[in-house]
């Protein structure tokens, strides 16, 4: 493992080359976001291993190891229990290829086993997770004594809306690994290994580094029109080149080099691509044909209409498009990386720490007028319809929501389904069929809803695209006949 001393936002190596930046990446294989705070005594992370935008760790200790990712919005926090006059700082492990999705929280001694996934908005506190396990999305294990861990046995799934408070508490909580799961978790770790190399290269491209030039008359320098380091990684972000990447459902699969890196800066795809939309292959909706350099390695620019109304400690990356009037709060973070595909409409309000995300062959559509709450988690596929209302903390990944509709705070709705009513705080709503993988410890109003023909119709052509286990996301879900 590289082991990095810290200094706010800086990351030097103990192990490096003379000449190697005192800022930026590290090596050539893992990469920490300029936006990342990383205030603990001490530090280590593996190879090939990607820390996003806006994760914060406090505390006494941060080890990540090799292959392992930490989303945007993630936090490692220090464990405080007032009643008890208890306190530990915070001290994180997460094992090799391992993942966090958007929003997590980690609070005390966490200790996570390798080919882990802790999912999004789960919080964990003074616990340990067993190899091959995922923690489901909004999930609490809330272990009180950093001495006496909560332990999750391997190759568990810690149900959806899980509240595990006790050791007494994890049996009823938890069930095997679905198949289509530890699939989702390998896609989601290797498509993790490729964005922390691109990143690299980003940045690289970006400070005029090796294996680039600062030299003007090298073809390797990406030249005066390409962005600087500031520029690349601010609040209009340029997406990574998308090396080695496996197709995007609009852009054909095909191996990529380096000497295919073309430093030409692309918009993002309009209209995004749905299966209504389809790309042919010889260029259409602005995807190059798969047989050209830029169809292998391309970096991507958001278009924004009203950048103005963008925090400048927000961040929209790559194939974004932004209607006038968008409004995009303090720490939020738009990643239209993996595929170009989010669009959002005229005069909608996005929160602090809201962060919108698309897997491969999926995208993100949010209508216009539509009010986006704090530490909100949209990922697509998904589609929100005009005047829509989403309360803090909700969770929406999958589904189609009417016109009109207000989301509470804390909803989970997980699938292909259709809103189309109001839905109460702290309810969790999955596609058919799905019903088994919600916890017995939530407490509040949950169910299936209707499938959505349009939004099945995105699932099922990321099932059969698929990356390179063939699952995708779409195989995730199970609907009932």
Known sequence: MATLLMRGNSHTSIAQEPDFPRTGPIKY???????????TKKFLIGAQSLIEGFVTLEGQSALLGHASDLQDNDRLLNYANASRGLSHPGDLVIGD??????????IGKVRIGDACGTVINAVVQNARIGDASITGFTAQILGEDPANLIEIPEASLVLFGARIRSQADVAANIIPVPAAFSLFASDVDQENVLLARAYNLLYRAAARLTPFSADENSPGNPGSNFPDVAQAFGKLSVAPPTVDRRGTGVIPARQASLNDLSFEVFGPLSPLPSPSTPAPDAGGLNAPPSSSPEAGARFLAPRVASPELVDNNAIVLGGVELAEGVVVGRGSYLHGG????????????????????????????????????NRVVLHGPLEIGNNVTVGDRAVLFGPRIAEGVTIGAGVLVFGPVEV?????????????????????????GWGAAQPSPLMLAEWQQAREAGGGCGCGVGAMIHVSA
Do not use: C, M, W, Y
């Open 420 to 444: 189309t009513r109001d839905i109460p705080a702290g309810t969790i709503i999955v596609a058919p069929g799905n019903e088994t993988l919600i916890a017995p410890s939530h407490r509040t």
């Open 29 to 39: 294989t893992s990469f920490i976001h300029p936006t990342a705070k990383i205030n």
């Open 97 to 106: 290829g391992s993942f966090t999705a958007h929003g997590v929280t980690f």
């Open 338 to 373: 993996d595929s170009p595909g989010i669009s959002v409409g005229r005069g909608t309000r996005i929160g602090q720490n809201t962060s919108v995300h698309e897997l491969t062959f999926t995208s993100v559509r949010i209508g216009s007028g539509v009010t986006i709450g």
